[in-house]
């Protein structure tokens, strides 16, 4: 595609419920990233795939947040029994390798009530 | 652990003119990129300018340039011939050179362009 796509655009949940998030990378990119970017703060990393291996989960905060990439392209941020301080945007980035350019999608406003 | 800091959360500057805006960062890397990106309202992290640590020539690419100073720490942005799609939140950004791209953000300013 022409950029990395998001979706939803916006989620609400109550507390309690599982949420998907969607990242449709640049097509032929290897690398995606996932980002939380709480209001008035800057992203913070949660995890990076490279194809469908993932490298790097370190910045995920708690068992209940699961990212997938089963297919080296598609992936899905997957939140369980959100709580109210998952409420943040949820960024998805990729690039050709890991190291170029990074291509940030417009984001996931995840509210949980 | 890499930090970044963003001293100015707000600045304000009017169209036509310059505006400079600070980072400081802390590493004990030797080599690695730093960046500046423009979030505009509709989320989407957009590139505006990025430096190699091992460069010394500072980056710039039109409008927009770096004050890299590696001894100090210090790499703050300078955006000269302000115009109002310049209005935006701007994140200072740090990744090691050996790693994959993960960055590590700076709290951001919030920069309003005015008439």
């Known amino acids: 595609g022409a950029g990395v796509s998001q979706s939803p655009r916006y989620k609400v949940a109550k507390r309690g419920q599982d949420v998907a998030l969607r990242c449709d990378p640049i097509?032929?990119?290897?690398?995606l990233f996932w980002y939380q970017q709480a209001l008035g703060q800057g992203p913070e990393f949660l995890t990076y795939?490279?194809?469908?291996?993932?490298?790097?989960k370190s910045g995920l905060p708690s068992d209940r947040f699961f990212a997938e990439r089963p297919e080296g392209s598609v992936s899905t941020l997957k939140i369980q029994r959100t709580q109210q301080e998952d409420s943040a945007v949820y960024l998805c980035?990729?690039?050709?390798?890991?190291?170029?350019?990074?291509?940030f999608g417009s984001g996931t406003q995840l509210s949980v009530l | 652990a890499q930090t970044v800091t963003q001293s100015q959360p707000e600045m304000s500057v009017q169209e036509a003119e310059t505006v400079t805006l600070s980072c400081t960062y802390d590493?004990?890397?030797?080599?690695?990129?730093l960046f500046w990106y423009k979030q505009p309202p509709s989320r989407q992290m957009i590139l505006v300018i990025r430096?190699?640590?091992?460069?010394?020539q500072n980056a710039t690419e039109n409008r927009f340039s770096v004050n890299f100073q590696k001894a100090a720490k210090s790499f703050s942005l300078k955006i000269s011939d302000s115009q109002l799609g310049d209005t935006a939140m701007y994140f200072c950004?740090?990744?090691?050179?050996?790693?994959?791209?993960?960055?590590?953000f700076g709290t951001g300013t919030r920069l309003q362009v005015t008439l």
């Open positions: 980035a990729s690039s050709l390798q890991g190291r170029e350019k990074l291509f």
């Open positions: 097509s032929g990119h290897v690398s």
């Open positions: 795939f490279q194809n469908e291996a993932q490298l790097d």
């Open positions: 590493t004990s890397e030797s080599n690695y990129y």
């Open positions: 430096q190699e640590a091992y460069k010394q």
């Open positions: 950004a740090f990744m090691k050179m050996r790693a994959a791209s993960k960055l590590t």
